[in-house]
């Protein structure tokens, strides 16, 4: 039976997935190089997986943007398997780690919008940007972080201070900062000064550059717990507007993002673009380099109207 299967799966081209609790049956069908899974659900799920992806392939139009990355990956293997080297043995710069105000600098030359911020380097600097900040808009708030590669998660150090309000709180919140930074041996390339962005809710946006698949998207709830409590999708390029939306939608916190019981439906539109412009980004060379990885957690989204703006960000590049 086995062997008919695999005949048959041969003769039809068509996606076969076999269902084999008992270890003596499936071994009949791997040994046919066939897949096998545990039951019904996980094979049908398996199906459902490869029919959405094929669906994703055979969508190629002028809408979708230009996905270079499983190109460049096959070219890379093939340039190092004509030297006699693996793509392991194959020289390549390190990768570096930007830090947070050259990440948000790069995410907005990609077309991501991203929060107003500024880097200073002493507390004179600090405070006349809190007063130029503030000037226009008196109640606003500011976020001040440390800015350095050597760190990607500044809180657990004491690294960030949220709702400055104040000159005496921006002097408290740099000394803090400084203090933090000297007491876990980091070198800083100054302190970061941020607009504090109200969201409806917490988003996220990553990306990686994959050898095999090309770019690789996730998307989906964000915030301080996207690790313990993960909701989120992926999209593997190439993919459209209607792509994005419909994932969206296949999220845990989907009904939220459309409004429930006389909230407003959120700016789903804002986080598509957002999304798109982190694809293109993956395909884009930024002064020699190409990003291997980025994520944006959190995104600030706003109700409808209201936008989604970047407020953090790590980006690796090569």
């Not at 408290?172 to 000064?193: E, P, Q, T």
């Not at 993002?257 to 930024?286: N, Y």
């Not at 409808?304 to 960000?313: F, H, I, L, P, R």
């Amino acid at each position: 039976m086995a062997a008919d299967s695999a005949q048959l799966c041969k003769s039809t081209a068509k996606p076969l997935a076999i269902a084999a609790p008992q270890a003596s049956v499936a071994a009949y069908f791997r040994a046919q190089d066939l897949p096998v899974f545990d039951t019904e659900l996980q094979a049908v799920n398996a199906l459902s997986q490869l029919m959405a992806h094929q669906s994703l392939i055979d969508q190629r139009n002028s809408q979708m943007p230009a996905v270079q990355a499983r190109q460049h990956a096959l070219a890379w293997q093939a340039e190092a398997k004509s030297q006699g080297a693996s793509t392991a043995d194959k020289h390549l710069p390190a990768p570096s780690c930007l830090n947070e105000a050259d990440s948000l600098s790069l995410l907005s030359s990609a077309g991501i919008s991203v929060v107003d911020h500024v880097v200073v380097q002493s507390l004179e600097q600090a405070l006349e940007c809190f007063e130029r900040f503030t000037s226009q808009t008196p109640d606003l708030k500011l976020v001040l972080k440390a800015c350095s590669a050597e760190v990607q998660h500044k809180s657990e150090l004491g690294l960030v201070r949220l709702h400055v309000h104040t000159a005496e709180a921006v002097k408290a919140a740099y000394a803090d900062i400084i203090h933090n930074a000297d007491k876990a041996g980091l070198s800083l390339d100054g302190v970061l000064l941020a607009k504090q962005i109200k969201a409806r809710r917490e988003v996220m946006i990553g990306a990686r550059r994959d050898p095999v698949f090309g770019t690789v998207i996730i998307a989906g709830d964000g915030g301080l717990y996207v690790e313990a409590m993960p909701d989120t999708v992926v999209l593997l390029a190439p993919f459209d507007e209607a792509n994005i939306r419909t994932k969206l939608g296949q999220l845990r916190i989907g009904p939220l993002l459309r409004g429930v019981r006389g909230e407003p439906a959120l700016d789903i539109s804002a986080w598509v673009k957002q999304i798109q412009a982190v694809a293109a980004a993956m395909d884009q060379s930024f002064a020699g380099q190409q990003i291997l990885t980025l994520d944006l957690n959190p995104l600030m989204l706003g109700a409808e109207g209201e936008g989604c703006v970047a407020v953090d960000g790590l980006i690796w590049t090569q």
